[in-house]
């Protein structure tokens, strides 16, 4: 149950494109469409913000875009806002009923 | 809508043990899986145990297994979180989490906070 692997931190201005990457084995995120990421604003509980690789739950503004390729998972945020600061989150069925969490990814938004 | 309440959260010394509880409101609980999730201060998420929505499908993380309990009452809409023989690094924010319709968490409780400490 190692942890994925991600960036510590990101940063773009406002309006600007990033990705975050979440590297894993062909065990978890190569071996299963089930990543999801999460949003974590300071003080406050994580929000699923993408699940099963690349879908939205409504309400989540499609300025969220998730992705994988081979064992390699990326959220990409278009249009950066303010409000996108926080950290981020993969997460990936690790097989087994097991699973694994990204070390998170803290975008600043310049 | 839907909303989950953790609680039973405190300061425990290494060796002792609490029990955490999760109330759910708003969904039909029954049908759900449900997670416990840990967040030691200043650090990443870290999935510490599932459970089917009729209970009888228990899973944990190599960390707590052996050690932790996760339970359910559905009659009651709650979760548990029987922590024994608690050490130092199981200080974090505790998280009950729901399941959506494949491994996702589709929503969170804002946590309780266990200490443990001499």
């Known amino acids: 149950q190692s942890a994925l692997t991600q960036p510590r931190s990101v940063s773009g201005s406002p309006g600007q494109s990033l990705t975050i990457s979440c590297a894993g084995t062909?065990?978890?995120?190569?071996?299963?469409?089930?990543v999801s990421w999460y949003q974590q604003h300071p003080g406050k509980a994580p929000k699923l913000i993408i699940f099963?690789?690349?879908e939205r739950p409504p309400g989540v503004p499609d300025r969220f875009s998730g992705s994988k390729s081979g064992n390699t998972a990326s959220l990409t945020i278009s249009g950066l806002q303010s409000e996108d600061e926080a950290d981020y989150y993969c997460?990936?069925?690790?097989?087994?009923?097991?699973?694994?969490f990204g070390g998170g990814t803290t975008v600043t938004v310049l | 809508q839907v909303q989950l309440v953790e609680s039973g959260g405190g300061l425990v010394k290494p060796g002792g043990s609490l029990r955490l509880s999760c109330a759910a409101s708003?969904?039909?609980?029954?049908?759900?899986?449900m997670r416990w999730i840990r967040q030691a201060p200043g650090k990443g998420l870290e999935w510490i145990a599932d459970?089917?929505?009729?209970?009888?499908?228990?899973y944990y993380a190599d960390s707590v297994k052996g050690r932790f309990t996760i339970s359910r009452d559905n009659k009651k809409k709650s979760l548990y979180l029987q922590m024994n023989s608690l050490r130092v690094d199981d200080s974090a924010l505790y998280y009950c989490?729901?399941?959506?319709?494949?491994?996702?968490?589709?929503?969170w409780g804002q946590g309780t906070l266990v200490t443990v400490s001499s």
């Open positions: 459970i089917s929505s009729s209970g009888n499908n228990i």
């Open positions: 989490a729901r399941e959506g319709i494949t491994p996702y968490l589709d929503h």
């Open positions: 062909n065990s978890d995120v190569g071996g299963y469409n089930y």
């Open positions: 708003g969904f039909s609980f029954s049908d759900y899986y």
């Open positions: 997460s990936s069925y690790a097989g087994t009923y097991t699973y694994v």
């Open positions: 099963d690789v690349r």
